[in-house]
């Protein structure tokens, strides 16, 4: 099956660099989509240059990458006929046509696949751009359980069959291809990447990612969890101590508060954080199982602390909640709450 080739370019305050990009991408058979993302009049003359070579689009404001990339992928659904495959690339010379071409051959080798160009960040690379990638891939890893070493590229390939599952992720910003990829992995959507060669001019200063709130729209996914655990340390603790007072009983306490907290923690979980596609009854009954096992060695642990060392019942308990918190969080995310997903491959 032959593919029609879409590269589509979201574009905020551009410089020439877009020109070269497009002609070359014409030159290399693509036909080039443009997004101009509220740039205003100063950079006008940039997309009138391309206006001729490229089909360009216009936000009068800005909206930002997520609503620009929606809104071309929304004009190439509605007046082009498939089959099809999309390249998103970036305005600012970053990525290289011919990586460009390389996964979108790929994607329509894998026409159901989600196809990324994997950086492999080597040489001179801006700290912030190694230490940005590092974070977000552990930060995926812990809320997806799927592996992807270059969560952050915008050079990504998929045809038709796809375009609409694009659509409807949502965020409006950076945080849209976060997005994207976790929804790849909730549908059990495969993730290839193939490697591309890491390009930063400067100091990536045409970046125009703000490290304050595109960072935390990016990882609002762990912050969900963490708020969840958190709220639900703040119940056994509380009932610990309210417990302990009442009775004095260490064991009597700390099962009492667990039990309470367990069932909070299994509803948060379960709505809001994990969100995962098996049974309310099946993920019940997998989830008290560890609440059991957990609180067994939760209470074994904390007389342990209490009877052998200096520490006092509510250091104690601290100590213990840490502990378990780490082993608990892991099994419920692998085992209970866990998005089945096909790993990822790195093609050369």
Request: contains cysteine; positive net charge.
């Amino acid at each position: 099956m032959k593919y029609e080739r879409y590269a589509l370019i979201p574009a905020y305050c551009p410089d020439e660099r877009l020109i070269g990009i497009t002609e070359e991408l014409i030159g290399r058979g693509f036909k080039v989509i443009i997004l101009n993302d509220g740039s205003g009049s100063s950079y006008r003359h940039i997309f009138e240059a391309v206006s001729d070579k490229a089909d360009v689009l216009v936000h009068i404001h800005n909206h930002g990458k997520g609503a620009a990339l929606r809104t071309g992928l929304s004009y190439i659904s509605e007046n082009f006929q498939p089959p099809y495959a999309v390249v998103t690339m970036d305005a600012d010379g970053q990525h290289k046509v011919e990586d460009a071409e390389r996964i979108i051959e790929q994607a329509c080798n894998e026409p159901d696949s989600l196809i990324l160009g994997s950086r492999e960040f080597k040489g001179r690379v801006p700290l912030r751009s190694i230490f940005g990638n590092t974070v977000t891939r552990f930060v995926f890893r812990i809320a997806s359980g799927a592996k992807v070493y270059d969560t952050q590229t915008g050079l990504r390939a998929f045809t038709h069959r796809s375009i609409g599952r694009m659509l409807a992720v949502s965020g409006d910003r950076y945080e849209y291809e976060m997005n994207v990829l976790m929804n790849c992995v909730k549908q059990n959507m495969t993730i290839t990447e193939i490697p591309i060669e890491t390009i930063y001019i400067g100091k990536n200063e045409s970046s125009h990612f703000d490290t304050v709130h595109d960072s935390y729209r990016i990882y609002k996914e762990i912050l969900k969890f963490s708020a969840s655990s958190l709220l639900c340390f703040g119940i056994d603790y509380t009932l610990f101590c309210l417990f302990s007072a009442l009775c004095g009983s260490v064991s009597v306490s700390n099962i009492s508060a667990r039990i309470l907290s367990a069932t909070a923690n299994y509803n948060l979980n379960k709505r809001f954080v994990f969100r995962g596609s098996s049974s309310a009854k099946k993920s019940a009954v997998q989830y008290f199982a560890l609440a059991a096992m957990v609180l067994v060695c939760n209470t074994a642990l904390l007389n342990l602390l209490v009877a052998a060392t200096p520490l006092n019942r509510y250091s104690a308990k601290l100590i213990t909640e840490i502990t378990m918190f780490t082993l608990s969080w892991a099994a419920q995310h692998c085992f209970i709450f866990s998005k089945k997903t096909k790993e990822s491959s790195v093609n050369g």
